[in-house]
């Protein structure tokens, strides 16, 4: 299940059935960013929804100090200089519900995450947001075991004005069963924190931002472990969620994007549309749209026209290119409704996440 990174330097111990742990793995990445209490949060099958309309993470900023450089520009948040603020780091709050498996492969993906997409510099930029970043996880067969934090559930990058950090309850089935969610959903959390930093706190549209964390997740799964949710053509995408596709660029009801698999089946559906339209590589086209698309609302915060300027579309015609796609009754007794059909947009089998993350420098 991958190897622990060497880069990772770890101190801490166990303190009233949590492992406490401070983790300095994460770099400088190449461009940051939250305005929800609950940044990203991902609706799992077996987790309550997240409250849209949640506090606003505040917008006070401490001052820098005068020996350091400043941190307004787009390119001191390059990997090619030092920055002032330094690498980003997270601190492991794991509780000892969590069995030492789940811990081991924790370690692991974060690991392998803060390698392969090292936190953006920028992301020092975005109020409320400090490292160490706090992470808390527990299984969710027990109560949140952190009295400091009584309102945590589900998982999600939340705040409360003057700090963020990851939420992690993973669910006793998800054990049980073994479910790789359990794991990917650590992908996804992170992820956020990625895009965090590649945009400076710009969300928009979320199905590009929830979209492109589900395929983050997918595609970490896919190499890792062999098998995604991909295998299964991210099966349910509601065929009624796709009516109105500019919907999708706010929070919609869950049960129009079950685990954003909507969301996710749009981010593959342009990248189909970025290979036949432009000439790109299948790795290419999935970078441009994880990382590019992110990066490029740091000068542009309109989304449209970044969307526009980095995939030479509009979106208005990318999402008229949606109504090609089959409609077809669900197979499956525990799903009722129609729903999507496409098995030929999954990517390759054989296409990795390390492969996209580096695919222009390829």
Not at 76 to 91: L, M, V
Not at 97 to 111: A, K, N, Q, R, Y
Not at 149 to 155: H, L, N, T, V, Y
């Amino acid at each position: 299940m991958g190897n622990t990174r060497s880069a990772m330097r770890l101190a801490g111990g166990l303190v009233g059935g949590v492992l406490m742990v401070v983790v300095s793995g994460c770099g400088t990445g190449s461009d940051g960013a939250v305005d929800d209490q609950n940044v990203g949060s991902y609706s799992g099958s077996d987790e309550e929804d997240v409250d849209s309309d949640q506090q606003d993470i505040g917008s006070d900023e401490e001052d820098v100090d005068s020996d350091q450089q400043d941190i307004g520009s787009d390119e001191q948040c390059d990997t090619s200089t030092p920055y002032a603020e330094g690498d980003f780091s997270f601190t492991y709050n794991l509780d000892s519900s969590l069995p030492g498996e789940w811990v081991d492969e924790f370690t692991t993906i974060m690991g392998n995450l803060s390698e392969w997409a090292p936190v953006p510099a920028c992301v020092h930029d975005v109020p409320g947001i400090s490292s160490p970043m706090n992470i808390y996880a527990w299984n969710g067969a027990v109560e949140n075991p952190f009295p400091e934090r009584p309102d945590m559930r589900g998982a999600s990058i939340s705040g409360d004005g003057s700090e963020t950090w990851m939420v992690l309850e993973i669910s006793e089935d998800e054990f049980t069963y073994d479910a790789l969610h359990r794991y990917s959903v650590i992908v996804h959390e992170y992820w956020h924190v990625y895009q965090l930093g590649l945009t400076r706190d710009n969300d928009a549209p979320i199905w590009l931002w929830e979209g492109g964390a589900k395929v983050a997740e997918e595609f970490y799964s896919q190499q890792e472990y062999g098998q995604s949710e991909f295998d299964n053509g991210l099966f349910p995408i509601m065929a009624s969620g796709l009516s109105q596709p500019a919907d999708f660029e706010e929070y919609v009801d869950g049960d129009l994007d079950i685990n954003y698999n909507t969301s996710a089946f749009m981010v593959l559906a342009l990248a189909k549309e970025l290979q036949e339209a432009q000439g790109l590589s299948e790795a290419r086209a999935f970078e441009m749209i994880l990382k590019d698309f992110q990066a490029a609302k740091l000068t542009e915060p309109d989304w449209k026209v970044a969307f526009a300027e980095i995939f030479s579309m509009s979106p208005e015609e990318f999402y008229a290119t949606l109504d090609q796609y089959p409609t077809v009754a669900s197979n499956e007794d525990w799903f009722e409704g129609d729903v999507l059909d496409v098995p030929s947009l999954m990517p390759s089998k054989d296409l990795t996440f390390t492969e996209v993350l580096s695919a222009s420098a390829s």
